[in-house]
């Protein structure tokens, strides 16, 4: 028995030799390769390899392989702290791009901090201080070269809409801080898990279509938002869906609007000099403990753990695909586990000094980018220049009117409208622009975190549909080859006489065994009607070509033993081509190969009708 390269390997090689008569074709039939079957392997190996590949399979510990005590122990420093590797070349030219970079983001952070403090339903300076140890700690800790750290306005907004459900800002501040530094607490503590066990594959659940959307709704909820700011109103409601906001606004129209602020907001000058609300004074000092302020068991400690496990999900969506877009533009590798260990060490760390949720902001990130920023030094120098503000000048920004700050933030979140994405997640996909929208709508017309579960909702659905209903396909015989594609999408395929050939693209498993077999018999049903009808022969064989069908579960054989005693009766017979290794070890170990006979089971569909049909093969 001849073992397989592989499926495709084997397939293109045997596709790619032409065969030029008849003759020729029924004189090769004697040379058909029969399916090889894998060597049995014990259960401890098989289990220990599929959880390697699993969770392991950018083998991390290959670098440690023959190495002495030593030097294992600096490989696992430099693994946790990046910084002792790259910082042995760091020369003065990368200190030049880095000092640039981190003074640009710098003057970019301090206002939008402010801002987003606000989102957050927090006094300014927390926004500072979020900016100022969380970017220290990931520039030691992170792994990519461009992402600038700090509070961002969609974690910002889902913090504050989620606590101020539970705690009322104004009426309860302590409380409601606290609250925020334990939800930073527990949003550190999943990322960092999620790092330490490998599990970063769970954030893919929400899809690049799902997270367009909810981004460009929550860039129009935070924008609403700051038309309390924007307009002057006193009595803004708590809510944050359009609907509540916009009743807030007009109702408020003959008496709540601040003429003066609108005015002032158009003419920048006349507004600095006559705007009447602005920001409180900001306290000096840097970041002072908040370990006694969080809350490590009791009531509280629960909602902290719902709402940072919420925050810490979405804030490691926005940092890592921030991270992945600019390490693909520079062309370096960016290790997810990693970057979710230094994420979730910098949010635990950042909720014991005063600090809430942080993470990787696009703005600051693509600025920072642009600035020519060559290493994570460019998030010292921003976390520097945060420093000296906090010690010197942040009595200043008591003269920062709130529009300003609503203006800044809107300028900052409109960016997240990406309305040539969505466009083209249209174009290109029907059911991604459904998760795309509906994770729109769920945030502007009812809450952010409605639409965070409108978004992974409808990214599983998709995942279930393509599960259960797997595409299937009709092959036909490209002239003059060895080739067998859909013949919906080659039209010049010509179906086999007497057989029909039939391509499974998915895995087999309970979940659509049931519908990979009725699907199957449909297509004959079909074809036999289509025959009947012009008076042809009918089918003697039904090839399905198992080439895409990486495994199969007992269900799944089950069903292939369903379909052939139906094909029995209908005088068919089932013939299976290439199957690969994982494949045709479960068939053989469930007898179905002594079923249907190893005699029906090819290496490709050309020996497949080779074998059962040879007079089908003329030169076209």
Not at 187 to 200: D, K, N
Not at 439 to 466: N, P, T
Request: hydrophobic share 45%.
């Amino acid at each position: 028995m001849v073992q397989p390269v592989s499926a495709e390997a084997d397939n293109n090689n045997f596709e790619a030799r032409g065969l030029s008569s008849s003759h020729n074709l029924t004189e090769n039939s004697k040379d058909i390769h029969k399916v090889g079957l894998p060597q049995r392997r014990k259960l401890v190996s098989e289990f220990a390899d599929t959880f390697k590949e699993t969770f392991f399979a950018d083998d991390p510990l290959r670098p440690y392989k023959d190495q002495p005590r030593a030097r294992k122990l600096v490989l696992s420093l430099q693994f946790l702290f990046p910084i002792l590797e790259w910082g042995r070349n760091y020369n003065l030219t990368k200190l030049k791009g880095d000092l640039i970079a981190g003074l640009t983001i710098a003057s970019l952070c301090i206002p939008q901090d402010i801002g987003y403090a606000k989102l957050a339903n927090m006094d300014p300076k927390y926004g500072l201080y979020s900016s100022f140890v969380p970017p220290l700690i990931y520039a030691a800790m992170g792994s990519s070269r461009d992402i600038a750290i700090g509070p961002v306005a969609v974690v910002s907004l889902l913090i504050g809409t989620l606590v101020r459900k539970e705690i009322d800002p104004t009426t309860n501040k302590e409380e409601y801080q606290r609250l925020v530094f334990t939800a930073t607490f527990f949003a550190g503590v999943t990322q960092a898990a999620l790092g330490f066990l490998r599990l970063g594959f769970l954030v893919e659940f929400l899809s690049h279509a799902a997270i367009v959307g909810f981004m460009a709704g929550a860039a129009i909820t935070i924008s609403l938002q700051q038309l309390k700011g924007f307009l002057g109103i006193k009595n803004f409601t708590k809510n944050t869906d359009i609907v509540s906001v916009m009743k807030s606004v007009w109702g408020s129209v003959h008496h709540g609007w601040n003429w003066q602020t609108i005015m002032i907001g158009t003419v920048f000058l006349a507004f600095l000099l006559s705007a009447k609300y602005i920001v409180r004074h900001i306290d000096k000092g840097l970041n002072p403990s908040s370990i006694n302020r969080i809350h490590f068991h009791g009531h509280y400690a629960a909602k902290g753990f719902r709402i940072g496990a919420i925050a810490a999900l979405i804030a490691l969506t926005e940092a890592i695909a921030i991270g992945r877009t600019f390490a693909a533009m520079k062309d370096y590798q960016l290790d997810g586990n990693k970057e979710m260990v230094a994420l979730g060490t910098m949010n635990i760390v950042g909720s014991m000094t005063s600090c809430y949720v942080a993470t990787g902001s696009f703005s600051r990130s693509a600025v920072n980018f642009m600035a020519g920023c060559q290493t994570a030094v460019s998030n010292i120098v921003m976390s520097l220049i945060v420093m000296l503000t906090l010690l010197v000048i942040t009595p200043l920004f008591k003269y920062t009117p709130n529009a300003i700050l609503s203006a800044i933030i809107i300028s900052a979140v409109i960016s997240l409208i990406d309305i040539e994405a969505a466009t083209l997640i249209w174009k290109v996909d029907k059911l991604d622009f459904i998760a795309c929208m509906g994770a729109f709508l769920g945030v502007i017309f009812v809450s952010v975190e409605i639409g965070l579960l409108i978004a992974v909702g409808i990214s599983i659905a998709k995942i279930l549909l393509q599960v259960t209903r797997p595409r299937t396909a009709l092959l036909g015989h490209i002239p003059r080859t060895t080739i067998y594609r859909n013949v919906e999408q080659y039209p010049e395929a010509t179906k086999v006489p007497g057989a029909l050939i039939v391509r499974i693209d998915s895995a087999v498993y309970f979940t659509n065994s049931n519908y990979v077999k009725e699907r199957i018999l449909r297509w004959l049903r079909d074809e036999e009607e289509q025959l009947n009808a012009k008076i042809l022969p009918k089918i003697t064989f039904l090839i399905v070509e198992m080439s895409p069908v990486i495994d199969i579960d007992t269900s799944g054989i089950h069903a292939f033993e369903e379909l052939y005693r139906t094909l029995q009766k209908h005088e068919v017979q089932l013939v299976l081509a290439n199957p690969g290794p994982v494949v045709i070890q479960k068939l053989h170990t469930a007898k179905f190969t002594e079923l249907i006979g190893e005699d029906k089971i090819f290496l490709s569909v050309s020996e497949a009708v080779m074998a059962c049909a040879p007079k089908s093969f003329e030169v076209v």
